[in-house]
Nanobody, 125 residues
Framework: QDRLVESGGGSVQAGGSLRLSCTAS????????MAWFRQAPGNEREGIAY????????YIADSVKGRFTISQDNATKTLTLQMNSLKPEDTAMYYC??????????????????WGQGTQVTVSS
């Protein structure tokens, strides 16, 4: 059974918006790091945002700051990434991931334990 399942990807024109969701199942501690990574073809997986569920502290990478927002709902164990003003360079597979305990940073692939299958986001110019 998948612990993390993403949804909400798709195709959009530049300037548009998409909202990604990630639903967690199974045991998730009340204080954990939930994050979004993305990976474009030929590129390394890049961490773009995380939220620490213990105090709702959020981090947004410079590459998406001002355009993307991360949030979570503890009751439904759902992580959300609101993506606005999308650009063609945002095209990638987007992954939800989780680790515990903290710290949540550095936001590197090797530090995160559980991963979803990914959802594709394609932005056309």
């Amino acid at each position: 059974q998948d612990r993390l399942v993403e949804s909400g990807g798709g195709s959009v024109q530049a300037g548009g918006s998409l909202r990604l969701s990630c639903t967690a199942s199974g045991y998730i501690p009340s204080s954990s790091c939930m994050a979004w990574f993305r990976q474009a073809p030929g590129n390394e997986r890049e961490g773009i945002a995380y939220i620490y569920t213990g105090d709702s502290y959020t981090y947004i990478a410079d590459s998406v700051k001002g355009r993307f927002t991360i949030s979570q709902d503890n009751a439904t164990k759902t992580l959300t990434l609101q993506m606005n003003s999308l650009k063609p360079e945002d095209t990638a597979m987007y992954y939800c991931t989780i680790r515990w305990p903290g710290p949540c940073y550095p936001l590197s692939r090797s530090r995160y334990t559980w991963w979803g299958q990914g959802t594709q986001v394609t932005v056309s110019s």
